[in-house]
């Protein structure tokens, strides 16, 4: 039977099929980061296991690190306690760390993508949901939590059951400003906040296959808002292009092994999907959402919706709470919708690219008069490239904080939130109820869009600033 | 793990679709309830569950919130609406959950990590129709409260009317959270296939052993 890139994958790394098809699935790769490993490492203490492979782990600190000051007195007594108990943990076990005070260090989901970690075709996990967005390079990877990586930790192998399949293909080209973010956004709207629920969603067609690899994992990063575990596409040469000659991708004749076996990687003719999607990348402009949970996504151009229209009853009492938490009125326009903040980042919108896009709408300008915004770049390779671009000055100049890599203020952490009541354009993947504050309204877009926001102060389709 | 075996309790009524683990476990800054020290160990997490909802930013209670009206703050089980416990993989959701008294959880459906989570830490996620959801909250959301029992060995919730409501649970996680087992120790039993698979995999995908971070 043709087998979907998922199933083969999968199939690569069944080492057991207990009687009810839950599988001993193989793990080749992990990712550790301070907020959720603490307690794993804690446990293997209590049970004196040994982690099985220090090797196949990579580890830097992200979630709880502040971005504004780097100085040890900037650091809070809690993350720090975090932040060396990864140290700590990290030596204990010889797994190679990448420390807070090195150059390389930044969220898990852009180092290791940068670092040559994320290879096609592996199995990779993080105690983090958004683990999916390394299956932009044709792994199978996906979030887990503190009891399954501590389980990965002694073993190296997770009991799990193979997710169903689903395909979204997307054709293109994208027009200009709109980018993979738009096409995220549009995506969850059109299958749900739950539609990918026990899915692993492959990206296919002409707009996926023209996508860079930021792009790519910009998406496969967003499947989980969708519900999805897991969002993958198939390696092609975007990808061989990306890792080649990446710190810790294979060299010389592994390398060209390895990429031979990922020109394999490509879901068969006749293979069939448990659920397909098709969108029209030709017709979207850029997305942007109105409510607490990423489905609640319009165009740019349209109106807060009526409760009074939404499908059924459920969905309308969502809508209303929804609405009072924004504070937003059905039929406002969404251009109509005034910010307070601006922040771009995360591994959603942190790379490269993404600042490029940004400073691109706001070169030769200012931030509007009372918005506060900044950029924090998604690791320290990431900003460095920046800087070597002239790409701070133009975001300095425009009245933007130049930030240090890290989560920041995707979410309520130790450090950055947005205020009660205030209303935040927003380049990160959750618009949930108090998710980057108590109170804080996020309004979830593109970088280049969040870029427009900052300049007119409101939410602007970024294709009419020119 | 302590197992799970049956539960009979009072059922808290929380009709919200999507509740994610932010709900569930808000992060520091946003939660009114500081933890005591950072990494707090999973005991030590029953009040945050909810935090954001449930107490002022002063932690005095907000009595509008189900959790803090009896007989509801003593409920075991919780009935909600469909995608309880999407969003982050933070197990905190499940440890706080569980330092409240949250034993069971019943939806039409849930997040694909948490209730992952859920199974590893003796907390029954039961999943059930909408229709059986649905009449489930209308008769557990009255004054006084209304007992509901759960039974894993049966795959049956009774209702507070007697109406009985099967469930289908993978039999893999049925009999770890029957058991209460130990699921390390039961793969660690299987190493000879885990260092058999390994050989083979370093032969058919030797670049993978080959390539990584330096040791
Ligand atoms: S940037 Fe945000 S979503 Fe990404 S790992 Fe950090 S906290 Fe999670």
Not at chain 1, 347 to 358: P, S
Not at chain 1, 450 to 463: F, L, M, P, S
């Amino acid at each position: 039977m043709p087998r979907t890139l998922q199933q083969m994958i999968w199939d690569d790394h069944v080492i057991d099929t207990y009687p009810d098809g839950t599988c001993l699935l193989a793990v080749d790769r992990q990712m550790i980061y301070e907020g959720t490993s603490f307690q794993a490492f804690e446990a293997l203490k209590i049970s004196k296991r040994p982690v099985r492979r220090p090797a196949a782990t990579l580890a830097t600190p992200d979630h709880m690190v502040p971005t504004h000051d780097r100085s040890p007195q900037a650091m809070r007594s809690g993350s720090r306690h975090l932040v060396e108990a990864l140290d700590r943990n990290c030596r204990d076990h010889g797994i190679f760390h990448i420390p807070l005070e090195d150059r390389r260090q930044g969220i898990v989901h852009v180092v290791g993508p940068e670092q040559g970690f994320t290879l096609p075709g592996l199995v990779l996990v993080c105690a983090d949901s958004h683990t999916s967005t390394h299956g932009a390079f044709g792994a199978l990877a996906f979030g887990i939590g503190t009891t399954e990586l501590e389980h990965v930790l002694a073993t190296q192998t997770l009991t799990q059951r193979p997710s169903r399949s689903m395909r979204v293909t997307v054709d293109g080209p994208l027009a200009p400003g709109v980018f993979a973010k738009d096409l995220a956004l549009a995506m969850i709207a059109e299958i749900g906040a739950s539609g990918g629920n026990g899915h692993a969603i492959e990206f296919a067609g002409s707009a996926i296959d023209a996508l860079s690899m930021e792009g790519r994992m910009t998406l496969c990063n967003m499947a989980v808002e969708a519900g999805s575990r897991s969002g993958l596409v198939a390696p092609d040469e975007t990808t061989f292009a990306y890792l080649d000659g990446r710190p810790f991708a294979p060299v010389g004749t592994a390398w060209d092994q390895a990429v031979a076996y990922w020109r394999t990687l490509r879901t068969e003719d006749g293979a069939t999907f448990d659920a397909e999607h098709r969108l029209d990348g030709t017709a979207l402009g850029p997305q942007v959402t109105w409510g607490t949970s990423p489905e609640h996504t319009v165009g740019v151009d349209r109106a807060v919706p009526d409760p009074d229209d939404a499908p059924d009853a459920q969905t309308a009492d969502a809508w209303r709470r929804a609405l009072e938490y924004m504070d937003l009125r059905p039929g406002t326009a969404m251009a109509d919708v005034a910010v307070d903040r601006v922040f771009i980042g995360t591994c959603t919108n942190g790379r490269l690219e993404d600042i490029r896009a940004a400073a691109a709408v706001v070169r030769g300008r200012r931030i509007a008069p009372g918005v506060h915004a900044m950029v924090t770049p998604g690791s320290g390779l990431v900003r460095e490239a920046a800087e070597r671009e002239g790409l701070d000055v133009v975001l300095r100049d425009a009245g933007f904080e130049w930030r240090l890599p890290g989560c920041s203020m995707c979410f309520g952490g130790a450090y950055d939130s947005v205020g009660d009541g205030q209303r935040c354009a927003s380049t990160s993947n959750r618009n949930f109820e108090n998710r980057q504050g108590r109170g804080a309204r996020t309004h979830l877009m593109s970088p280049a869009m969040a870029a427009a926001a900052a300049v007119t102060g409101r939410i602007t389709d970024v294709r009419e600033l020119g | 793990m302590q197992p799970f075996v049956t539960l009979t309790s009072v059922a808290a009524p929380l009709a919200i679709a999507n509740i994610n683990t932010d709900d569930i476990f808000p992060a520091p800054a946003t939660s009114p309830i500081k933890l005591g020290r950072a990494g707090a160990s999973r005991d030590e997490l029953g009040k945050n569950a909810f935090a954001v909802w449930r107490w002022n930013a002063d932690e005095t209670p907000r009595p509008e919130f189900v959790l803090n009206q009896p007989p509801f703050d003593q409920a075991a089980i919780l009935v909600t609406l469909d995608n309880f416990g999407c969003g982050s993989s933070r197990e905190m959701a499940v440890w706080t959950l569980l330092g409240t008294g949250i034993r069971c959880i019943i939806a039409p459906s849930f997040g694909d990590i948490f209730y992952g989570n859920c199974c590893k830490n003796g907390l029954l996620p039961v999943r059930l129709g909408g229709e059986d959801v649905a009449a489930l909250l209308a008769l557990v959301d009255v004054p006084g409260g209304a007992l509901v029992t759960v039974d894993l060995t049966a795959q049956q919730v009774t209702g507070p009317d007697d109406s009985v409501h099967r469930f289908e649970i993978e039999p893999y996680h049925r009999t770890m959270l029957l058991a209460g087992l130990d699921e390390i120790a039961a793969t660690l039993q299987r190493a000879d296939a885990i260092e058999h698979f390994e050989q083979d995999y370093d032969r058919r995908r030797p670049w993978v052993a080959a390539s990584g971070p330096p040791t």
